[in-house]
């Protein structure tokens, strides 16, 4: 048995500094090592599988030689959480860039993207449409870097640069993220806190909305600087940014209460703001001149246009689809959320993991018993299943053992629904053999790269947890007294650094919340909830989900292999910046507005 550490050294700063070697390994290789490429051109940050492999090396050598968790557990912790990531992040990427390239093979994608540049001409309302309010539908249905993957290739499809288009969906996929894959990462909260689930809803709902208001000024000045803008170009279309995030907002406020609505809170708020603001566009307001991307400014001056918005130029800017052709380029996507909903409904993941019930097996792997039904197999992972166990303050005194399954729920899992939708799509479309092979080719040659990142950094994510070395890190939060509700909003930003996920870092960091919140006398309900809102702004950081802005952006394979350190440069302060924000709504509400936290039902 594996009992962690927290003190490895005898000093608490030092056992902390060394805990942080694999994650500040794998930043310094991301974002800063200089290094020049065949051509002698510098670069900040190296290729992102060599950046990952370094961070994974420094994660075992610390794990084994200063926190001494045997070598053979350190492997299957790793292990787990590679073939974790594979069947619960990176089979949703792979069949949603699946469904992606079919949509654009088929060219139904061109009549997507008119229909979407039909609502608005203007570059900054195209942003906040599809980064913003599409992007959290798809967050609510999938989660795990999807909406990043769709709706980054649908902003490159319109003609964002790959670089911009990244940045934008990463900033954009903050405020759902809480809801994100039917509420999984609320649900997990609940779980690991044994606090009521619609409680802790409600409280995210009173923290997230005053973001979701903010999140469209934020996208909109950021893509306006990239291109040039002025601060005035920014704040010209204030009404229909605050259509979009009001609506999101007041929406996401109810929602996120209800009994009924609550785990689909994302889906049902991404919809309504993009109806609202769709309306607003087309019956109330429309801005005066029309933004374009810079290289588009500068075609129309050497052509001698204007840019002003399009209400004269009927040629030119006339839709030639008719409402079937669009309905019908568009049935990908109604297919994809369809398909998303279904599998997140808890009823249908059941029977699916029940399908096969009847045919069973019993055997082993690698020494540990693999068995279960041919629907849900499980893999008691060698040398780590109950043989690692957390320690106080981190966990109760009585804490079980850490368990280690690897549960193939290959029919019921989320990539399996957006599969599923591919497939219905790639049949709706009528593509061709050859349309479906180049499909197929174009998606595995778009994600060998991104894959092995994503799995490395995976894998280290799990190392650190099943190590404890994730856990010496929270525990530096810990001594913040009074301002631990600011801190507690940095501690679950930090678990989704460190694990590329707000449900995994919820699991991860959970627990300790409620313990240090009653340890200070400080609102269980409330520090436990800012975990998973802090957590949603360290999503733009995380490898995993750069990556897959990375793969889904960039056509590339060089440029997309040095795309993440630039963006991760880019992000980061952004993401500092949200997390301090969702802190400061959480110090007011401890101190300030108690009234807003939820009362838990009696008993």
Known sequence: MYQQIYNPLGNAFLSTI????????????????????????????????????????????????????????????????????????????????????????SGKFEIVKESIVHISFDRRLQCVLIAFSFGAIIEGTSGFGTPVAIAGAVMVGLGFRPFQSAVLNLLANTAPVAWGAIGTPIVTLAAVSELDQLTLSTMAGHQLPFISVLVPFWLVATFVKMEGG????????????????????????????????????????????????????????????????????????R?????????????????????????????????????????????????????????????????????????????DMPALHNLVQRMPPVVPIDAKAEAARFTIN????????????????????????????DAFMQ?????????????????????????????VLGLAFTGAGVLYPFFAAFLGWLGVFLTGSDTASNALFGSLQRITA??????????????????????????????????????????????????????FFHSIAGAALIGVIAMLQAYVFPWMIPIPPAG
């Open 410 to 437: 290959w029919l019921s899992a989320a990539g399996t629904g957006v599969f599923i939708a591919a497939v219905l799509s790639g049949l709706v479309l009528k593509l061709s053999a050859t349309q479906w092979k």
């Open 443 to 471: 998606t595995l040659r778009r994600m060998k790269i991104p894959v092995l990142v994503i799995a490395q950094v995976l894998g280290l994510g799990f190392l650190t947890r099943y190590s404890g070395t994730d856990a």
């Open 18 to 105: 060394v805990a942080a070697i694999p994650i500040l390994t794998l930043l310094y290789f991301i974002a800063l090592h200089r290094h020049r490429d065949a051509q002698g051109n510098v670069h900040l940050g190296i290729s992102a599988p060599y950046a990952a492999f370094f961070g994974v090396i420094a994660a075992f050598i610390i794990s084994c030689l200063v926190f001494r968790m045997p070598v053979a557990t350190a492997v299957s912790a790793f292990a787990l959480g590679s073939l974790s990531g594979f069947l619960g992040i990176i089979w949703i990427v792979l069949a949603a860039m699946f469904l992606y390239t079919m949509s654009v093979v």
């Open 303 to 379: 052509a001698g246009k204007s840019t002003a918005t399009p209400t004269t130029e009927s040629t030119e800017w006339k839709y030639k689809y008719s409402a079937a052709e669009t309905a019908y380029a568009w049935m990908p996507w109604v297919i994809l959320i369809v398909c998303c909903a279904l599998w997140g409904v808890p009823e249908f993941k059941k029977f699916l993991n029940n399908l096969f019930a009847g045919i069973t097996f019993s055997t082993t792997m690698f020494g540990s018993p693999f068995k279960g039904s041919l629907s849900l197999p499980v893999w």
């Open 230 to 301: 002025s601060w005035k170009e920014i704040f010209e279309v204030w009404p229909a940014m605050l259509c979009a995030g009001g609506s999101f907002a007041l929406m996401q406020f109810y929602a996120s209460g209800s009994s009924s609505l609550h785990l689909m809170t994302d889906v049902v708020s991404g919809v309504f703001s993009v109806v609202c603001t769709a309306l607003f566009l087309r019956f109330v307001w429309h801005p005066k001149t029309r933004f374009l991307l810079r290289s588009e400014r500068e075609a129309l001056a």
């Open 518 to 571: 009653q340890q200070l006398n400080l609102n269980p309900i409330l520090i436990v909830a800012t975990n998973s809102t802090g957590g949603v702004m360290g999503k733009m950081i995380d490898a995993q989900s750069i990556m897959v802005a990375c793969a889904a952006c960039y056509d590339d394979p060089k440029e997309r292999s040095f795309a993440l350190g630039p963006i991760f440069r880019t992000v």
